[in-house]
DNA sequence: CTCTATTATGCACGTTTCTGCCTCCTATAT
DNA sequence: ATATAGGAGGCAGAAACGTGCATAATAGAG
């Protein structure tokens, strides 16, 4: 068993468990209590959980979705998805561009969720296959492979002929200066078309992506209604909020 | 083995299993443990995956290949799909629907190809994300979950612009004398569309679908340029080839 | 098709990481 | 306070890694 797995391990054992004993990790998974204790030492350090005499402590709410929590990286982004989820109803039109991050909100989506999905992401795209009374309508265009979305003329024209309650944005990077930005320019006029044809914009943003620049400006980040991320400074924040911006921690 | 054929069957792996341990890929894939370390540090500079000490993690969700669920004929598919690989040359404007046995074609297509493709079906836009040289272009719509294309006014359309050497079509049922038929309407228009802007059309039949007929006709047989399937009678294979049509078996 | 330039591969060898064991130290509970 | 479980740090063997280099395979030019 790999290190990181074991490690992945442990943070589903904490998040169903509340606490986890050093020595009662060890026997569970067959390793030495010494090992274990290395591993619960760089998830504190990683901020995964807290460290305590005999054990640890989870941090957060439990993440309620199993499987999808096979990557450690993953789980600021399922968090994220979760809380986005609040502001979808039914009978709305969203548009939800590509990213992992859109990916987690799309399959924590309930089942249930009447509404019609505009995307330019084949992978989005498939993930509501099973939602029976969500209409998917996807843009087409020419495949961005990086990113596995439609850009170019034929996506940004047939934007031109919609509209949609909420955009879900994914950010590669955002200041609250300079405005949100992506590394291709393709990328930029699709998202910014796709903004402006959009009621409101929720951007989900992890915290590594604040406060970051790159080439390709989309738009400056008070077209946002509401920027969700976590652990933000308050200063931060009230930057955001100063722009009119719903800011959710 | 090509490096890039070892990488995408690498990728492969890591999809359905979840974590790849270097020693194991050396047995598996007959080559050096070094070469499978040179393997994941690309592919983890790539982002496809994460490098972690003895193997690597898987990065997303696994991508469902919907191709694997409970398909008796997904032998006789991959055959045919293979038979279907010598018509597709460099440098060709290929135009492929959607179902399983494209999808089987198209991940058997050599990574080096060089094309332009075209596509309606969100499946086979992603399971070209690795082929480098191959500009994949998708037609919008709105998603039709049975088969997971993308079809309606917006696909019509955006084909209307457009023009290819080959359709590469895949069949729900024919009948030499009836023609072409799909279950559903609009599956049907986009088919019809789609054969009459290319060059020529090939079709990948499975045995049990021919001198079957369903509700919505597409076009007569002799729309097809070439006709791949097996274990076919000569009697109804000279039904077909009196049509002009040349039947592969 | 052939020849050459480029890239990919395997091996050897020195380095790093991981893990368990050991020792000594620290926190907790009675 | 003292007993005891838990923890930190060091050490060593094994496994995994990275690098340089020689060879093999591949691609590209002619």
């Given at each position: 068993?790999?290190?990181?797995?074991?490690?992945?391990?442990?943070?589903?054992?904490?998040?169903?468990?509340?606490?986890?004993?050093?020595?009662?990790l060890?026997?569970?998974?067959?390793?030495?209590?010494?090992?274990?204790?290395r591993?619960?030492?760089?998830?504190?350090?990683?901020?995964?959980?807290k460290?305590?005499?005999?054990?640890?402590?989870?941090?957060?709410?439990?993440?309620?979705?199993?499987?999808?929590?096979?990557?450690?990286?993953?789980e600021?982004?399922?968090r994220?998805a979760?809380?986005?989820?609040?502001?979808?109803?039914?009978?709305m039109?969203?548009?939800?561009?590509?990213?992992?991050?859109?990916?987690?909100?799309?399959?924590?989506l309930?089942?249930?969720?009447?509404?019609?999905?505009?995307?330019?992401?084949?992978?989005?795209?498939?993930?509501?296959?099973?939602?029976?009374?969500?209409?998917?309508?996807m843009?087409?265009?020419?495949?961005?492979?990086?990113?596995?979305?439609?850009?170019?003329?034929?996506?940004?024209?047939t934007?031109?002929?919609?509209?949609?309650?909420?955009?879900?944005?994914?950010?590669?990077n955002?200041?609250?200066?300079?405005?949100?930005?992506?590394?291709?320019?393709?990328e930029?006029?699709?998202?910014?078309?796709?903004?402006?044809?959009?009621?409101?914009?929720?951007?989900?943003?992890?915290p590594?992506?604040?406060?970051?620049?790159?080439?390709?400006?989309?738009?400056?980040?008070?077209?946002?209604?509401?920027?969700?991320?976590?652990?933000?400074k308050?200063?931060?924040?009230?930057?955001?909020?100063?722009?009119?911006?719903?800011?959710v921690?």
């Open positions: 068993m790999l290190k990181e797995e074991r490690q992945q391990r442990i943070l589903q054992i904490l998040n169903d468990e509340h606490k986890v004993i050093a020595s009662d060890s026997k569970r998974l067959f390793v030495s209590e010494d090992t274990i204790r591993d619960l030492k760089e998830l504190d350090a990683q901020g995964l959980l460290r305590v005499h005999s054990g640890a402590l989870r941090i957060g709410p439990p993440v309620v979705d199993f499987s999808t929590r096979q990557n450690i990286y993953n600021v982004k399922i994220l979760l809380k986005a989820v609040d502001f979808i109803k039914d009978n039109v969203l548009l939800i561009d590509g990213g992992t991050t859109n990916l987690h909100l799309v399959n924590h309930p089942l249930s969720l009447k509404a019609t999905i505009i995307t330019n992401s084949p992978p989005i795209s498939m993930a509501l296959s099973n939602h029976k009374n969500v209409e998917v309508i843009i087409g265009g020419t495949l961005f492979k990086e990113s596995l979305v439609n850009l170019g003329i034929d996506a940004v024209e934007l031109n002929t919609m509209r949609a309650d909420l955009y879900i944005m994914g950010i590669y955002i200041d609250a200066r300079i405005g949100i930005s992506v590394p291709s320019r393709s930029a006029l699709v998202k910014r078309k796709m903004a402006s044809i959009s009621t409101e914009v929720l951007a989900l943003v992890t590594d992506k604040l406060d970051t620049v790159s080439n390709h400006i989309v738009c400056p980040s008070d077209h946002l209604t509401y920027l969700i991320t976590e652990n933000v308050p200063d931060v924040k009230a930057l955001y909020a100063n722009q009119g911006i719903t800011v921690d």
